[in-house]
Nanobody, 123 residues
Framework: QVQLVESGGGLVQAGASLRLSCAASGRSFSNWAMGWFRQAPGKEREFVATISWSGRSTDYADFVKGRFTISRAYAKNTVYLEMNSLKPEDTAVYYC????????????????WGQGTQVTVSS
């Protein structure tokens, strides 16, 4: 029902900014809560940020609060993750995910996932 494609990753230096995009297709896109997760090599996938289906509420992992912003543009069927003040420890594959109606910090609550986009932050 929902297909997700991430883009916008790349190689940047510490302190730089990137904006990740997640293009969504399928029916009733606005009824899906969206989340961003990341996974570094050899590490578990971890929660980054989520936005409710209405766009009125957001939640962030502690390690990105004040640096990352999640938003959605309904007309473009796109969810964004604006990342500022990037750190080497932010290096990971970033995944966009969709959950029916309710946002969550938990991987298991999400129904659809994109293929991921690599973000590499050098020192």
């Amino acid at each position: 029902q929902v297909q997700l494609v991430e883009s916008g990753g790349g190689l940047v230096q510490a302190g730089a900014s990137l904006r990740l995009s997640c293009a969504a297709s399928g029916r009733s896109f606005s009824n899906w809560a969206m989340g961003w997760f990341r996974q570094a090599p050899g590490k578990e996938r971890e929660f980054v940020a989520t936005i409710s289906w209405s766009g009125r509420s957001t939640d962030y992992a502690d390690f990105v609060k004040g640096r990352f912003t999640i938003s959605r543009a309904y007309a473009k069927n796109t969810v964004y993750l604006e990342m500022n003040s990037l750190k080497p420890e932010d290096t990971a594959v970033y995944y966009c995910a969709a959950a029916e109606y309710f946002s969550s910090r938990l991987v298991r609550e999400y129904d659809y996932w994109g293929q991921g986009t690599q973000v590499t932050v050098s020192s």
